[in-house]
C-alpha cells in the first residue's frame, strides 16, 4: 500500500493535536455544565431545559466530532508508522505507545461515561453532586498530559 502524498505525517499529527484540543475542551466543559446545572437548575425549569439543551450542544457539536476526527487521525498516524514509514505493527507494543493507547482507551470511555450522565440529566435526574463534576471535570486534561508526554517523549521504555 502506498502512502498518499498528499498527506505529510505533520499536516496529521498537527490535525490529530487539533482535533484532540478540541474534544478535551468539551470534556472539560460539559462537566462544569452540569455542576451548574444540577445546583441552580431543578429538574422542569425553564433553566433546566436551557442546560439540556446547551448540554447537547456541547455533546453533539463539540465532544463526539472531536473524538471522531481524534480516533481518525490517530488511527491515519498508525497506518503511516506501518505502511509509510515502513516500521510494520511492532511498534505499536512499545511502552510510549501502550501508555498512550490506553489513555485513548480510557478518555473514550470517560466520554462515554459524560454521554449516559447527559441523558440522565436531561430526564430530569442527578446522577452526581455538583462537588463531583467540579472534582472530575480536570480528568481528561490530566490524562490528555500523560498521553501527550508519552509520545512527544516517548520516555516509556526508550
Known amino acids: 500500500m502506498s502512502w498518499p502524498g498528499f498527506l505529510s505525517y505533520d499536516l496529521l499529527r ?10 478535551m475542551a ?3 466543559m460539559l462537566p462544569r455544565l452540569f455542576a451548574y446545572h444540577t445546583e441552580t437548575a431543578p429538574p422542569g425549569t425553564e433553566f433546566d ?7 447537547g450542544k456541547v455533546l453533539r457539536i463539540i465532544i463526539n466530532p472531536a473524538m471522531i476526527l481524534t480516533w481518525i487521525f490517530g488511527i491515519s498516524l498508525i497506518l503511516f508508522h506501518v505502511y509509510g514509514a515502513r516500521e510494520g505493527w511492532a511498534f505499536l507494543a512499545q511502552p510510549w505507545m501502550i501508555v498512550k493507547l490506553v489513555a485513548v482507551i480510557f478518555l473514550s470511555g470517560w466520554h462515554g461515561m459524560l454521554a449516559g450522565a447527559r441523558r440522565k440529566i436531561a430526564a430530569g435526574a442527578r446522577p452526581r ?3 463531583y ?13 500523560v498521553a501527550i508526554l508519552a509520545v512527544t517523549l516517548q520516555f516509556f521504555g526508550r
Open 14 to 23: 498537527g490535525l490529530h493535536i487539533i482535533a484532540m484540543v478540541a474534544w
Open 26 to 28: 468539551g470534556m472539560m
Open 49 to 55: 431545559v436551557h442546560f439540556v439543551r446547551w448540554e
Open 129 to 131: 453532586t455538583a462537588r
Open 133 to 145: 463534576w467540579r472534582a472530575t471535570n480536570e480528568i481528561p486534561f490530566l490524562v490528555a498530559i
